[in-house]
């Protein structure tokens, strides 16, 4: 019996998941999370199989959620994770992925490809849906560019925002209109590949852009 564990912030959809898996021979619904929190907290009550584990949710992510289940027993019996969401960017993918899940499909998913990956990962396995195996695939081929493609400006910037600063503030700082701030902030993604503040900083961070330098005018 494969013991299952469902979290996301969506009742209906954690409603609609239970009934679908339970009619699922061999499958167990042990309980269901409505955040990342209550399901870190869950997995070490409950120690289910697998947690199918949304991206999107309040208080703390499924990413995170996701590290922290991984990471709480730190052997080969911690439950293992399996991303069921609507969204597919090349960040989310990486970041789940880095954080240690088995698997990532999407809730659109025909329900024998996600019955079918949930059996995968419960037997140590992995689970891609097509769409996401074909982005991890091209990141491969085409990884992201360096970070030492970032002008000074550029970097300044980053500094600021790694720094805690809001654009309001970088503004003032660095002398120049709010709007330019965010402009820059766009070419930095489009230059990292990333969507968010938090993983550009992250990525300067590892390739050592952000080791020193002046954010003077």
Request: net charge negative; proline share 5%.
């Amino acid at each position: 019996m494969i013991r299952l564990l469902i979290a996301d912030d969506h009742p209906v959809v954690r409603a609609g998941l239970a009934g679908l898996l339970s009619d699922e021979p061999g499958f167990e619904v042990v309980g269901e999370a409505a955040d990342g929190a209550e399901a870190t907290a869950l997995a070490a009550e409950l120690q289910p199989d697998v947690v199918l584990m949304d991206l999107r949710m309040p208080h703390v992510d499924g990413v995170a959620a996701t590290s922290r289940i991984v990471a709480s027993r730190g052997d080969a019996a911690a439950p293992r994770v399996l991303i069921l969401t609507t969204y597919e960017s090349d960040d989310q993918i990486l970041a789940a992925i880095e954080a240690g899940a088995s698997g990532y499909l999407l809730k659109a998913a025909p329900r024998e490809e996600i019955v079918a990956g949930i059996r995968s990962v419960a037997a140590g396995q992995s689970a891609l849906s097509p769409s996401v195996a074909v982005r991890l695939v091209e990141r491969m081929r085409h990884p992201e560019p360096a970070a030492s493609a970032l002008t000074p400006r550029e970097v300044d910037v980053l500094r600021l925002v790694a720094a805690g600063h809001a654009n309001k503030r970088i503004a003032v700082e660095l002398g120049i209109g709010e709007s330019t701030v965010k402009t820059h902030l766009l070419r930095i993604y489009e230059k990292l590949g990333v969507d968010t503040r938090t993983r550009a900083v992250t990525l300067a961070l590892e390739r050592g852009v952000l080791g020193g330098g002046s954010t003077g005018r």
